[in-house]
């Protein structure tokens, strides 16, 4: 129990910190609505979010409605977003998710975890992007920086994403799950990088586990 108390203190100190080091912690995927930014989250499996961003410019201009992507031509759309990779599956994923979309949700992207993850293509990270970012819904995202930074600073042993999620969810105040995993994910990419992270210039290394062990 005391290692929880001290593990709860421990990410209020952490977001403190971030929160001053990081002004913009949004989302780095560019979208205007969250059907758009259900369709950038898909695209930007195994693809960095700046390619999904220079895809999205065109794509968002023709494919406006869950019935565009739902109708499309999938060669058609395979090569709009061929540049992401994977994108035979990935214009797959996004056809059969507004099929389904206008079939069950009226064309709608609906609000909830649990009827986010019954869409082909969205799993409960994608599931928790689009309720916090596009809805104000709090949600651990857990990516692959929020993974590794979670397991560094001591937030979690556990490796699984699912069961990372859950013990975050212990420790981390709900109201500031989104704003956390956005923290956690634009650290991850300047500072607590995945091969050498930059320790010595690291602000919350005295509240880390791999880091408070360097020496000075
Ligand atoms: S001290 Fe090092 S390992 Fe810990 S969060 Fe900072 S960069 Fe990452």
């Known amino acids: 129990m005391k290692k929880q108390e001290d593990l709860k203190k421990r990410v209020k100190e952490i977001i403190k910190i971030l929160s ?34 220079q895809v999205t410019v065109d794509l968002f201009k023709k494919y406006r409605l869950a019935k565009d992507f739902a109708e499309s ?17 990935k214009a797959k994923s996004l056809q059969k998710c507004c099929q ?7 064309g709608e992207v609906p609000k909830t975890l649990e009827e986010l993850v019954t869409l082909p293509g969205v799993g409960r990270k ?3 992007v689009i309720l916090g970012n596009a809805f104000g819904i709090p949600g651990i995202v857990v990516d692959t ?4 930074l979670s397991r560094r600073i001591g937030l979690t042993k ?3 994403p ?15 799950w989104t ?6 994910v634009w650290h991850g990419r300047r500072t607590c990088v995945a091969r050498k992270p930059l320790c010595v210039k690291c602000p919350i290394r005295k509240r880390c586990d791999y880091g408070s062990k360097l020496g000075t």
């Open 20 to 53: 001053k080091e990081i002004s913009d912690s949004k989302i780095a995927l560019r979208f205007s609505n969250p059907l758009e930014l259900l369709i950038a989250t898909i695209l930007s499996a195994q693809c960095t979010d700046i390619k999904v961003n």
């Open 145 to 148: 920086h929020v993974q590794r």
């Open 100 to 106: 389904e979309l206008i079939k069950r949700f009226r």
């Open 126 to 128: 994608t599931a928790n």
């Open 73 to 89: 031509n999938l060669a058609t759309l395979e090569e709009k977003i061929r540049p992401t990779g994977f994108y035979r599956n």
């Open 179 to 184: 704003h956390f995993s956005n923290l956690l």
């Open 158 to 160: 556990k490796e699984d």
């Open 162 to 176: 699912v069961k990372i999620e859950f013990d975050l969810m212990e420790i981390v105040p709900k109201e500031e």
